[in-house]
């Protein structure tokens, strides 16, 4: 099992300009979350998923969108990219939603936007 | 809503000496810690996770931490440190979202544990 994928590794964007991040995961998982990490903040939360065709807002879901439309996949994108939104994006999936249940991560995208 | 505060931004640590990494959260009424390493350009893996019973919880590549309610804190700890157990710890608890039943990881802003030979 590949566990979660995330593509691509790494972009660099110019202000204004769009891209959409994609993350997959092969344990039929139910819940997904995007995740961004900055310097001296650790990870917050941006978008999460409950299940197929299902989104909701996180922490700081201003300037994303996303969409699950396959139970495998959870799509980030940035319609209109800032500096602000440099930054490494982690997804993860969890099998069950409760406090106690393990989120598996995938290997992150860095994202430079210029 | 939960926090996490760890208080060490960077541990530098002889090969081999033991190593302490701390971690406090806000109180509540139920929690679920964990610990997860981030090894350079790579994701989160979970080391260890405190949900209930014995307050001594051991994880992956000999690391333990120990629950202590009444301090609010969540330390790692490990006996003998390698060069490459040199990475990012970040402990995490976990919060609800709003009014459903699904949850999110509130994390801290990291530790880098640097082991030197």
């Known amino acids: 099992n590949a566990g979660v994928t995330q593509t691509p590794k790494f972009r660099v964007l110019k202000t204004g300009q769009s891209m959409t991040l994609l993350c997959a995961q092969d344990?039929?998982?139910?819940?997904m979350y995007w995740y961004r990490q900055d310097p001296g903040m650790g990870l917050r939360l941006i978008h999460y998923s409950v299940g197929e065709g299902t989104t909701a807002k996180g922490e700081v879901p201003d300037g994303y969108n996303v969409s699950r439309l396959k139970k495998q996949n959870f799509l980030l994108g940035l319609e209109s990219a800032a500096p602000s939104q440099t930054s490494v994006y982690f997804c993860?999936?969890?099998?069950?939603?409760?406090?106690?249940?393990?989120?598996?991560f995938g290997p992150g995208t860095r994202l430079t936007v210029l | 809503a939960q926090s996490v505060t760890q208080l060490d931004s960077q541990v530098p640590v002889f090969e081999e000496a033991p190593v302490e990494l701390r971690c406090n959260y806000s109180s509540s009424v139920s929690v679920y810690l964990f610990w997860y390493v981030q090894y350079p350009n790579q994701g989160l893996q979970l080391l260890l996770k405190y949900l209930s019973g014995s307050t001594l919880v051991k994880g992956i590549n000999g690391f333990e931490a120990e629950f202590n309610k009444s301090q609010t804190s969540f330390h790692l700890r490990k006996p003998s440190v390698h060069i490459s157990d040199t990475a990012e710890y970040f402990c995490?608890?976990?919060?609800?979202?709003?009014?459903?039943?699904?949850?999110?990881?509130?994390f801290g802003t990291g530790t880098r544990l640097k082991v030197l030979a």
């Open positions: 344990m039929n998982h139910e819940y």
């Open positions: 995490a608890v976990s919060d609800r979202l709003g009014t459903s039943g699904t949850y999110k990881y509130i």
């Open positions: 993860a999936s969890s099998y069950f939603a409760g406090g106690n249940n393990e989120q598996f």
